[in-house]
């Protein structure tokens, strides 16, 4: 077993495929709930969140003396069904407006869904750990050259 995980392309594989399975657990929780976190700084947070197959990633920006009431937040909800499944890169453009008036926040971002993380995971790792790893070359000495007549 030692020699299976020799050299560096094996347990690149191994972290690789470690990495696969978290996306894809992460992919099948985000299809009936909701996850997000934000962290926020003076007036502005970072949100991710993990909804409807697909990863969100925001940066918000607080508007009239708004802020947000915590630093971390974290928060765990069932996925609202209405949220359409996005096959592609998306931006995300976000605003809480009351009025006509931006009130609370405004955020932009991009929707990335999960498939774009898994497959490529997959791939990588799949490549790395069932391809045989190459026989070390050894180099050739030269040969030294007899010099007849000298």
């Known amino acids: 077993m030692s020699e299976f995980f020799r050299g ?6 191994v972290l ?7 996306a894809t ?39 009239n003396n708004f802020g947000p009431n915590e630093t971390f937040q974290w928060n765990t909800t069932p996925t609202d069904p209405r949220i359409p499944r996005v096959l592609w890169l998306r931006t995300i ?9 931006k009130l609370a926040w ?15 995971l997959t791939a990588v790792s799949a490549f790395l750990l069932l391809t ?5 070359t050894q180099k050739k000495q030269p040969e030294p050259t007899s010099t007849e007549g000298a």
Request: aromatic share 12%.
């Open 16 to 22: 690789a495929l470690g990495f696969a399975v978290l």
């Open 93 to 101: 453009q976000s605003d809480m407006i009351f009025n006509g008036k």
């Open 106 to 120: 405004s955020g932009h971002g991009t929707r990335i869904p999960y498939w774009m993380c898994v497959l490529p």
């Open 8 to 13: 560096w392309r094996r347990k690149v594989g």
């Open 132 to 136: 045989k790893p190459r026989k070390p």
């Open 25 to 63: 657990l992460g992919w099948v929780r985000s299809l009936t709930i909701h996850d997000s976190i934000e962290i926020a700084f003076e007036s502005r947070a970072i949100s991710i969140a993990s909804q409807a197959g697909t990863i969100d990633w925001q940066i918000k920006q607080w508007h």
